[in-house]
């Protein structure tokens, strides 16, 4: 009996391991996704499955509908299923997902990163990955730039745009080409400053970015924090330099700028009335499908938003994002390194970085990108030549922190009347410091 005893229970031992190995003896670890952009859904779909084909792991991917991303994210934490790879809009979303946010600094991702300072960090540490940049800055027409050093008659030693790297000797450059308009066959240096309401944005955000940036660098203030619901406008003399700048030596008198549309300024640059634009890499396009365009693509140049901040001589484009890779730290440290794994392969692998670059369509900020391996309209190559310079830092997008909409129109509005001679900076700069604290408070 004793000996049937053994084998029966011998017998059931081999049994369990059966099953067991039937069932894989283990939980299948995969990685679950939640995606922030629908006109993307497809392709993340499609690169899951190309994932699971070439590595076995099984990525899920559910995306959240138009401005329902955060309840969405909010619902899918709550269940036994919640994404072990989401998304937030930087250090506000990081703010509020702070308990749910691995630390990242010793992926593989991470180190790859081409500048550092546009990860979303705390206490040293990094929570949160940009995936896709984009930029903007100063777009300036190489093919007249060159047309000005050549001149005999010009009043500054420059002969490169390689040696404008401050705001002083950017005003010198400027304030001497204005000079010499007719003779460089150009209306101005600068398209028109586009002040008009609701084309204004250029101004009163992305300009606005850079002394809200210094000011918070510069302060250590934490993006997380409560600090960032005043600001002492401490930099508004430096906005103001090139602000000033912009609509003096322009191609439209300060007085009429309240007319002007962003399509108007990107029609006067494409058409060689102007020399320089601030705006974004996305402006290639508006160039390019201008009717009589004569800006070849050679020649499209950026340069930094130079103001006279002290150091600015190492300040990249204002380069950023609102989208930003976080792992769950919720999840089981197997789904954590699977969810890492994942995206390092997304843009390591010469199958990820195609998906990356020719169906996602993102200006990724690695070093794992060849340059035949990224976009290549010239506005994109420039973004990607100015993150990888040594010894440049880029000028980070905290316009995200700004108070409100309300906040943003109110300046732009402040800003047209200054120009017209209504408003003096005084007012302006103390309506900055008040309203920015008045719709910080709602």
Known sequence: MKKLSKAMAAAAAVSSLIMLASCGGKKEVSVRYLNFKPEVANVYQELAAAYEKETGVKVIVETAANNQYESTLMSKMATKDAPTLFQINGPRGYANWKDYCADLSNTEIYKHLSDKS?????????????????????????????????????????????EINNFEKLKALCDDMQANAKVLGIKGVFASTSLKAGEDWRWQTHLANVPVYYEFKNNN??????????????????????????????????????????????SEFALEECAMVQNGNWAWGQVAGVSGNKVLPENVKYLPIYSGVAGEEAQGLCTGTENFYCINSQATAEEQKATADFIYWLYSSPMGKDYVTNKLGFIAPFDTFAANERPT????????????????????????????????????????????????????????INNWAKESSM
Not at 233 to 254: C, M, P, W
Not at 408 to 428: C, H, I, M, P, R
């Open 118 to 162: 546009l990860a979303v960090s705390a206490n040293g540490k990094a929570y949160g990955v940009p995936y896709v940049v984009e930029g903007y800055g100063i777009i300036y027409n190489k093919a007249i730039t060159d047309r000005y050093f050549a001149l005999s008659s010009k009043a500054t030693s420059f002969s490169s745009m390689d």
């Open 377 to 432: 309209d010239p506005l994109a190559v420039e973004i990607n030549n100015w993150m990888t310079k040594k010894g440049i830092v880029s000028c980070a997008w905290n316009f995200t922190l700004f108070p409100s909409q309300r906040f943003k129109d109110d300046f732009g509005s402040d800003l047209l009347q200054y120009a017209q001679g209504t408003k003096s900076w005084d007012e302006v700069s103390s309506n900055v």
């Open 221 to 266: 203030i934490d993006l997380g924090s409560d600090a960032t619901k005043k600001i002492n406008f401490q930099y508004g003399k430096e906005f103001k330099n090139i602000f000033d700048l912009y609509i003096t030596d322009s191609v439209t008198d300060r007085k009429a700028l309240g007319t002007k549309t962003v399509t108007d300024s990107m």
